[in-house]
């Protein structure tokens, strides 16, 4: 059975950084996409960067130029280096990873930004 788990939340100041990782354990082969998505508390969940196979990437246009998605295939594990953070960036953050018909998210893990 295939987990995604992640880690590397928690609780900084704004302008400060994290980096997220998610990992899967488990046999798990042809991943298509990886991304991350946020939901805040009352809001939906939103994409928030994506990384295909082959390396292309794409962003959310409120964390464009902050936050740099990138994935290590041998390691299924993707990260997210998140920059010059911002009080609005406060979510419990999601990783999926996409492979033909299947999907599977993390369990989410929570980033909190202070002013």
């Known amino acids: 059975q295939v987990q995604l788990v992640e880690s590397g939340g928690g609780l900084v100041q704004a302008g400060g950084s994290l980096r997220l990782s998610c990992a899967a354990s488990g046999s798990i082969t042809s991943i298509n996409a990886m991304g991350w998505y946020r939901q805040a508390p009352g809001k939906q969940r939103d994409l928030v960067a994506v990384?295909?196979?082959?390396?292309?990437?794409n962003y959310a246009n409120s964390v464009k130029g902050r936050f740099t998605i990138s994935r290590d295939n041998a390691k299924n594990t993707v990260y997210l280096q998140m920059n010059s953070l911002k009080p609005e960036d406060t979510a419990v953050y999601y990783c999926?990873?996409?492979?033909?018909?299947?999907?599977?998210w993390g369990q989410g893990t929570q980033v909190t930004v202070s002013s």
């Open positions: 999926n990873f996409i492979g033909g018909p299947w999907s599977y």
């Open positions: 990384i295909t196979s082959g390396g292309s990437t």
